[in-house]
């Protein structure tokens, strides 16, 4: 693997890019050291060669954001398509120049408003929301406090952790393996129809603990942005 | 304050290690943008070092590289527009339904206030009274005495077919082409999902119970933390009690239990003393039975009766007992021990 981490045993003067420091950073302003420090070498990447720069940012980040993303929406596949989602965004629209914090708080705070808005939207679709609400792009109605992120995701966990064995384990298999209903039949000596069955209860159960809690929030939020 | 915070406990914060109280501190510290990118750093090595699974990083940027490529042939390109039908990326279309949905969104939250007016229309009963409703896909609904139904004011019918029933009611529902389920819900934990069907919902303080004449119904009811299922045929009788214990039993005459319809009443080895709950549902009146040993008599036939009074009068004649009705009150006496 490529060595994306800049070497800092050096001091900054003698690094590659060891040009003096954008303005604001002489300033009070908090994100200067973490800019300059160790996303420095993706920073000068992406001003050279935006590919190459998202590329290097796919290679620090992918992984512990699918990873994060999966606690919140509880299946690999959805994780990874809101993750790449965001790097591509980040690519067209050239997101970086407008960032004045790290990339990584930038990305990791999307990921999670991402995932909680899908959740969110994934917990109000039995509800009859609008199909407009399919495309979770709100990022405006995210919670104002942080804890709520994590209270979610633990939420899920329990809620996953609360299934009765056997249909935990087919779960799991099918989110987190991402195996296909016949390799989770063939395995567990079931029929695709039994797992079919089990993996549609397990969905149910699992939102309908998460519901009460978590659509009551949703809707005073949006409320709270209207009236 | 600020000096407890450090990598251990932001990794036990993440792990939901924490207490409520932990949590509120994190929430105050993280305000600090300094102290947001520690957050943010601190999440990302605990991610590495608690991976949930490990990801296909070739494949993801194979993916990234793919439509990084159609992006510089075309920079109108949008990963939205593979998906979504080419309406849908106007940025008019996604304005438009942006107002559309706040504009639902703030019916929805005005629902929240005014639900009972706003989104449903309410059909109830008092005591003793029966009455038919025709609903707008032709299905149609007896309401039993003492019992209300509500009917969503809006899309009943275009997506979903979902009723909330309180006491006792029949239905017989129409069959749709499309196979749209009819769901009758209850306050009590369980719901009733049909096709086209004939059945009878009971859903009272002591127990609920549903009976199936025709057709076949799903019920779906919780039972402690457990959300369980049962399918009924015809003639069957689900009852459950109230903590949604199940019991199912196969009837030979599911009429029987919607007599009521016809003012008949059908009593199959039935006590005085769930008599006295019957006419307390369907009346409102407050029955009293002195004996024990009469209260656990029992009464089988159909009989018809227009009003409670008939039905008293009935009763008094086949058991021969003494009954004194006082307003809401009535009191059983048997006449060899009266006094």
Not at chain 1, 107 to 119: E, G
Not at chain 2, 91 to 104: C, K
Not at chain 2, 191 to 210: H, I, P, W
Not at chain 2, 231 to 236: L, Q, R, V, Y
């Amino acid at each position: 693997m490529e060595q994306v981490y800049p070497d800092h045993s050096d001091n900054k003067g003698s690094t590659p890019f060891g040009e003096s420091l954008p303005p604001h950073a002489a300033s009070e302003n908090y994100s200067s050291h973490f800019e300059t420090d160790d996303e420095l070498f993706i920073r000068k990447t992406l001003e050279k060669n935006l590919r190459l720069g998202v590329e290097l940012l796919y290679k620090r980040y992918y992984q512990p954001m699918c990873t994060h993303a999966v606690k919140f929406v509880g299946s690999r596949a959805t994780a990874e398509d809101l993750v790449s989602e965001i790097f591509f965004q980040f690519y067209t629209k050239q997101t970086f120049l407008e960032i004045d914090t790290s990339y990584r708080l930038y990305l990791f705070r999307t990921v999670r408003n991402r995932a909680y808005n899908y959740l969110r939207w994934d917990l109000g679709r039995k509800a009859d929301l609008l199909e407009a609400s399919q495309k979770p792009i709100l990022d405006e109605s995210q919670p104002d406090q942080i804890s709520q992120f994590e209270e979610l995701y633990h939420d899920v966990e329990e809620a996953v952790n609360k299934l009765p064995l056997e249909r935990r384990r087919i779960y799991l298999m099918r989110k987190f393996e991402g195996k296909k209903y016949q390799e989770i039949a063939d395995e567990l000596n079931l029929s695709v129809k039994t797992v079919d069955v089990q993996l549609n209860r397990a969905s149910q159960y699992i939102r309908s603990l998460l519901k009460d809690k978590w659509m009551l929030s949703l809707i005073s939020l949006l409320s709270s942005l209207f009236f | 304050m600020k000096a407890e915070i450090n990598k251990e406990f932001i990794f036990s914060y993440l792990s939901g290690k924490t207490s409520a109280l932990q949590k509120q501190m994190v929430d105050e510290w993280v305000k600090q943008p300094a102290n947001e990118e520690l957050f943010y750093k601190w999440l990302v090595e605990y991610e590495y070092q608690h991976p949930q699974y490990l990801t296909q990083l070739p494949e993801a940027l194979k993916q990234f590289h793919a439509y990084a490529d159609k992006f510089e042939a075309d920079p109108t390109y949008e990963i939205f527009k593979e998906t979504k039908a080419s309406l849908k990326s106007s940025p008019r279309f996604w304005n438009t339904l942006m107002i559309a949905a706040s504009l639902s969104l703030t019916l929805i939250a005005l629902g929240w206030f005014f639900e009972d007016h706003i989104v449903y229309q309410t059909h109830s009963t008092t005591f003793g009274e029966t009455r038919s409703i025709l609903l707008s896909d032709k299905t149609q609904v007896t309401l039993n005495a003492n019992s209300s139904l509500r009917v969503p004011r809006f899309g009943f019918g275009a997506k979903t077919r979902e009723v909330f029933l309180k006491g006792e009611a029949n239905f017989a529902v129409t069959h749709q082409t499309n196979n749209q389920k009819f769901v009758v819900k209850t306050d009590k934990d369980f719901e009733v999902v049909v096709l086209g069907t004939e059945f009878t919902v009971y859903s009272r303080q002591q127990r609920a119970k549903v009976v199936l004449n025709k057709g076949k119904v799903q019920l779906r009811y919780q039972e402690g933390q457990a959300q369980k299922q049962v399918m009924m045929k015809p003639g069957d009788l689900v009852t459950l009690d109230q903590r949604n214990h199940l019991q199912q039993i196969v009837t030979s005459q599911p009429e029987k239990y919607a007599a009521w319809k016809d003012h008949r009443f059908v009593f199959d080895d039935t006590t005085l003393e769930e008599l006295g709950k019957i006419m307390e549902e369907n009346y409102g009146l407050k029955v009293k039975i002195e004996d024990q040993a009469l209260a656990k008599r029992t009464l089988v036939g159909s009989f018809r009766a227009e009003n409670a009074d008939e039905l008293l009068e009935i009763i008094s004649q086949i058991f021969n007992i003494n009954i004194v009705r006082n307003g809401d009150s009535v009191i059983l006496t048997d006449h060899s021990t009266a006094p």
